[in-house]
């Protein structure tokens, strides 16, 4: 199976039409999406990634998860990735689509930040995870 990602930035797959463009004749059994919120969240703000969501949602196969927050460094805005649920993806709708979507595929979590315990950090976000779908799939 093939899940093609999407990433904030300049490259192909930032956008869902681009992707969209790129896999629409191949098989849908075998090839769909890699769903990112929080790069679709960079990309799109508070309400672009639903509709980024909805578009990829029939050929949902995979997901990667992380949080971010805007910080102002030399006079620029950047990125800075942060433990789940500290950022500004807005977890319970995603969730809630997700369960909405009726996706069971895998979760990937990714931990782009530099926590001084890397351990702990991954056994947090996990707990905050677990949390998420317990609460939106067990409302689905």
């Not at 790129?22 to 672009?48: A, K, M, N, Q």
């Not at 702990?120 to 996990?126: E, N, T």
Request: proline share 5%.
């Amino acid at each position: 199976m093939i899940g093609f990602h999407n990433h904030s930035g300049d490259c192909v797959g930032m956008a869902i039409w681009d992707r969209r463009e790129i896999i629409r004749d191949l098989d849908p059994r075998w090839v769909g999406y890699y769903f990112d919120p929080g790069h679709s969240v960079v990309e799109g703000g508070s309400t672009g990634w639903q509709v980024a969501l909805k578009l990829v949602a029939a050929r949902l196969k995979m997901v990667a998860l992380k949080d971010f927050f805007w910080a102002k460094q030399d006079g620029r805005w950047r990125i800075r990735w942060c433990p789940m649920g500290e950022g500004m993806v807005d977890w319970p709708r995603v969730f809630a689509a997700f369960a909405a979507a009726r996706f069971t595929g895998p979760m990937s979590l990714h931990v782009e930040y530099n926590p001084p315990d890397e351990l702990a950090a991954i056994a947090q976000d996990l707990a905050f995870i677990k949390k998420q779908v317990s609460v939106a799939y067990g409302a689905a």
